[in-house]
């Protein structure tokens, strides 16, 4: 247990050294980690049916900007997996874009402290064009708390940002947190809503005007532990939100290895 203190003091302190990463990755994290041996192929899909019409400080506009970002997750050890993000972006008259890459370590208290809630600590690191986001790289830290409690489910992401390079590299630490409350209404089906924010910098807090909030109704349909599938509709309700967007994920989980998988979402 030596080598998980240390990684999870690492990742603290990066805290020190962390901007919204965009539409293109729309998830509230649970806290569980992909075991050794294993590996989750994700695609996350969105579509911006209605957001920002202009080109703005050089940022090319949201409207029906499509997004498509395959994710590979590898995991390490019981405790840890590592996990690498390729963004695009396809829109009229621009084509299909490469975005940007990211790439996102995280370790999580192990399964066998027997914890009531599931905890674990993700940090991503990456580079975005500035034609998508004038913050070209960025540092995420991202707190997940999670559990399963019968048919009820919640994980909160509290969220933590900070540019490296761009206009907002002095504005400190962004608080952006995210929120996922849904409902088993049968073992193959369950439906919830989850709820995305960015308040701004944690020592001057937007203007509930400036601040970007989406609630998305959300299903997640369980039909085999290979599979992760979840879709969802969004609406912003504040001004500097985009205002529609209508986002998927599908994974597939590929096992080298026999092994259990235990589940924090699991009464």
Same mark, same amino acid.
């Given at each position: 247990?030596?080598?998980? +203190?240390?990684?999870?003091?690492? =990742? ?17 994290? !649970?806290?569980?980690?992909?075991? /050794? ?23 090319? /506009?949201?409207?029906? &900007?499509?997004?498509?970002? =395959? ?11 590592? !996990? #690498?993000?390729?963004?695009? $972006? ?16 995280? @370790?999580?208290?192990? /399964?066998?402290?027997?914890?009531? @809630? ?12 500035? =034609? ?10 991202? %707190? ?22 761009? %206009? ?6 962004? #608080?952006? %947190? ?6 088993? #209404? ?14 701004? $910098? ?11 909030? &989406?609630? #998305?109704? +959300?299903?997640?349909?369980?039909? $085999? /532990? ?5 879709? !969802? ?6 001004? +500097?939100?985009?205002?529609?967007? @209508? ?15 235990? $589940?924090?979402?699991?009464?």
């Amino acid at each position: 247990m030596k080598s998980f +203190a240390l990684t999870l003091l690492f =990742l603290g302190f990066a805290v020190g050294m962390v901007h919204a990463q965009g539409n293109y990755e729309i998830q509230v994290y !649970g806290s569980e980690t992909q075991l /050794p041996k294993s590996t989750m192929v994700e695609l996350h899909s969105n579509f911006t049916a209605d957001g920002q019409r202009l080109k703005i400080d050089g940022v090319a /506009p949201t409207y029906h &900007q499509e997004h498509e970002t =395959l994710e590979i997750t590898q995991g390490i050890n019981d405790w840890s997996e590592i !996990g #690498f993000y390729l963004f695009t $972006s396809e829109q009229n008259g621009m084509g299909v874009q490469w975005v940007g890459d990211h790439i996102r370590p995280r @370790v999580r208290v192990p /399964p066998d402290w027997h914890w009531k @809630v599931g905890v674990s600590l993700s940090t991503e690191v990456g580079y975005q064009r500035a =034609l998508y986001d004038r913050d070209t790289w960025t540092w995420e830290i991202r %707190p997940i708390v999670d559990r399963q409690k019968g048919r009820f489910y919640w994980a909160v992401n509290p969220a933590l940002e900070r540019t490296f390079h761009g %206009p907002d590299v002095n504005l400190g630490l962004d #608080f952006a %947190p995210a929120v996922k409350l849904s409902w088993d #209404f049968t073992k193959q089906f369950a439906a919830g809503l989850e709820y995305y924010a960015d308040y701004g $910098s944690i020592t001057n807090i937007a203007s509930l005007h400036n601040q970007q909030q &989406q609630i #998305f109704p +959300a299903i997640d349909l369980n039909v $085999s /532990p290979k599979w992760e599938i979840n879709f !969802g509709v969004g609406v912003g309700p504040t001004a +500097a939100t985009d205002h529609w967007i @209508v986002k998927g994920i599908l994974g597939r989980r590929f096992d080298w290895g026999h092994h259990d998988r235990g $589940s924090i979402r699991n009464p």
